[in-house]
């Protein structure tokens, strides 16, 4: 069975430095996700430095099919060794998975990975092996659905160290807390969010060290259509609408000619509730099958500022969303819900935005942006434009 494997990851920079001494690269290359999770050693530009070349080695070679082997003896004959704690300056993890659930994990003095499944967060079975005289452990993988791998720098066992915790955030107790913290339904950021967003508060917003968190998680392909403006032709709403409810998965309209549209196929009114919860977004209405009726321009644009914050990698609020405004349950369904995305984007010219300061290019270049976003949270987007 052919799965979405989405990723994703959160950093603190260590206090005081500007540059993240951690580093993530990310590569699709036919059914395989390669993820490279590498820390430098130290802190601030050397280990950025370091960090950044490592991880792009690594995944560059693993994403063109070099043999992980090859791949791992290449990277650890060339990185210097400190001479002074005689261990190399940058570290890695590496998950190279397919769209099936299986891979391989390899671990070269990071953190040993946690794997989260069914409520559980559980120590993976590791197998030692010497690469140029380097210890590097490997866990062949074969995930279900559901299923999250955790990965981490070493930040996060630091944390807390000398201020709240005497020893750091020891392994028990961060499993404790992945067991507590993680739902089934919340995704790779959203995992790797609440991990760092706790390391940031037992760092007391002063991080001691760089700290990273990567978030891979195994989902089930999950489809959703967005109906965006009327066709240029009248006549070809019927048509146009059709394809969109035709399409596997939830329904989601905006806009007021839209939802109108739409009712008028299904044979039912737009209900429109009155209730402002957010004063700047206008309220949703309801229409029987479509899963989510919102306004147009203005949701979407809230929707467009909710997606760059959620890709912000350095931003560890909870990416998970409990407002109930439409930009938000809108945000909530492409964001979290979904890994498949259709836009059915109309191009006629709004009568009801006339005089208003609201064009159908404004519109289209909110979409466009917007689709653009959704392919770097690792969405499969298609837009149809009429």
Request: hydrophobic share 35%.
């Amino acid at each position: 069975m052919s799965y979405f494997i989405d990723s994703g990851y959160t950093s603190l920079n260590k206090k005081g430095e500007e540059l993240c001494g951690d580093r993530v690269e990310c590569a699709t290359s036919g059914k395989y996700l390669t993820a490279v999770l590498c820390d430098g050693m130290g802190s601030g530009v050397k280990a950025n430095i370091l960090a950044t070349l490592s991880s792009k080695i690594l995944c560059t070679m693993l994403s063109s099919g070099v043999p992980i082997r090859d791949c791992i003896e290449t990277l650890i004959a060339s990185l210097p060794v400190c001479k002074v704690r005689n261990v190399a300056y940058a570290t890695f993890s590496v998950c190279h998975i397919d769209d099936e659930g299986k891979g391989e994990l390899l671990e070269f003095d990071n953190p040993a990975a946690i794997l989260i499944r069914g409520g559980e967060a559980l120590d993976l079975e590791r197998q030692k092996s010497e690469v140029c005289g380097k210890t590097v452990y490997r866990t062949p993988l074969a995930l279900r659905a559901d299923d999250a791998l955790v990965i981490t720098s070493d930040g996060v066992e630091h944390a807390g160290i000398g201020m709240l915790l005497n020893f750091g955030w020891e392994r028990p107790q961060i499993k404790d807390y992945l067991r507590r913290a993680i739902r089934p339904e919340m995704s790779a950021r959203a995992i790797s969010a609440s991990l760092a967003g706790e390391c940031n508060e037992l760092y007391m917003n002063l991080p001691g060290d760089d700290t990273t968190v990567l978030g891979i998680k195994v989902r089930e392909h999950a489809h959703a259509s967005v109906f965006v403006g009327p066709p240029i032709k009248k006549e070809d709403d019927e048509k146009y609408v059709g394809q969109f409810m035709a399409l596997p998965g939830k329904k989601i309209v905006c806009g007021g000619t839209s939802s109108q549209i739409v009712a008028r196929h299904l044979g039912t009114d737009v209900r429109t509730s009155c209730e402002f919860l957010d004063r700047d977004i206008p309220p949703i209405g309801y229409i029987d099958g479509i899963d989510l009726t919102t306004e147009g321009v203005i949701t979407i644009r809230r929707v467009l500022e909710l997606s760059e914050r959620y890709l912000d990698t350095h931003n560890y609020e909870s990416k998970t969303f409990g407002k109930r405004d439409g930009a938000t349950l809108l945000a909530k369904m492409l964001f979290e819900d979904s890994t498949d995305l259709n836009f059915f984007v109309g191009q006629s010219v709004n009568e009801a935005h006339s005089g208003l300061p609201i064009e159908t290019t404004m519109k289209l270049k909110l979409i466009d942006k917007l689709a653009d976003n959704l392919r770097r949270m690792g969405k499969t987007v298609n837009v149809k434009y009429n």
